[in-house]
């Protein structure tokens, strides 16, 4: 009787586990099948595989990639340069910020590790307006264009990705043995030395998923690049440069899921590559915090 019960809960568990799967990458499913077909086809039948074959899939890859208005390979380029800088920062700052919050046990650390968490729970259309603005001004006050630009885009995704990686960080920094500092110290390292020949290279588990993390939401990014980059812009990530194949009466819907495509792949090989690491690090920053 056991048994059958057993039985029983893995199966529905089973079931609910494809229901999800399913639901998940039903969208996937819709950009890839659809990028193997024309405009007519997918308005016709989005769903089915009327229409869809590889030659059609190559063939609006080669005119997307070609488009002399999505310029695809200036597009990839920036949202490479802004992906792996803002992510190289977040990881330096952000485990600057967590090793000093963790170990200084003060009151105003409580606060601005409180602050932090807040910050999360906030929603992005509640400072969105407010952003560019400010941004416009503090690009006037310092001299440096914070608006259609590289640093301006990347300071914004330190702000923004900045919580989390204090959170994931600081949550496995008090799984780390305190008395390694302290014999760094008795051994005359200074906190500096300390933080980068002991903490943070014991932090590199972590730090790799946190980095894939933020990395998949700075690639994938629509709205923030839209607004603070602009549609016209020179700077456009790959989201932002689909528009260029969106008109006021046309849409070419072959060329939008295609190059939403090329926009997605290199981001699914990277989880799948690194999924292992996603979850290890997700495991010991929730058990060591």
């Known amino acids: 009787m056991h048994r059958k019960e057993k039985t029983s809960s893995v199966v529905i568990r089973l079931i609910i586990a494809i229901i999800i799967a399913i639901y998940v990458l039903f969208p996937f499913f819709l950009v890839v099948i659809n990028s193997c077909k024309q405009t007519d086809d997918i308005t016709r039948n989005p769903i089915g595989f009327n229409g869809a074959s590889f030659e059609q899939l190559f ?17 990839f380029g920036y949202s490479l340069l802004i992906t792996v800088v803002s992510l190289v920062l977040l990881a330096l700052f952000g485990a600057m910020a967590a090793w000093v919050i963790c170990r200084n046990k003060t009151v105003w650390s409580t606060v601005i590790y409180f602050t932090f968490i807040a910050s999360m729970i906030i929603p992005f259309q509640v400072v969105m307006l407010p952003l560019i603005s400010t941004f416009r001004d503090v690009g006037k006050f310092i001299g440096i264009p914070m608006l259609q630009s590289v640093p301006g885009i990347v300071f914004a995704y330190l702000g923004f990705g900045g919580a989390m990686t204090v959170f994931i960080l600081n949550g496995f920094i008090k799984g780390v043995p305190y008395d390694l500092e302290e014999a760094a110290s008795i051994d005359g390292c200074s906190p500096e030395q300390t933080f980068f020949q002991i903490i943070f290279p014991l932090l590199t588990p972590v730090i790799t998923t946190v980095s894939i993390l933020n990395g998949m939401w700075i690639w994938n990014d629509y709205l923030l690049p839209s607004m603070m980059l602009g549609q ?58």
């Open 59 to 75: 063939s609006n890859l080669k005119d997307v990639i070609g488009n002399t208005h999505f310029l695809f390979w200036q597009a």
């Open 232 to 289: 016209n812009g020179a700077v456009k990530t790959l989201p932002v440069a689909v528009q260029a194949f969106v008109g006021s009466y046309v849409k070419q819907w072959n060329m939008i899921l295609a190059a939403a495509l090329l926009a997605i792949v290199p981001m699914v090989i990277v989880f799948l590559i690194a999924q292992r690491q996603i979850m290890d690090g997700m495991i010991e920053g929730a058990v060591k915090g």
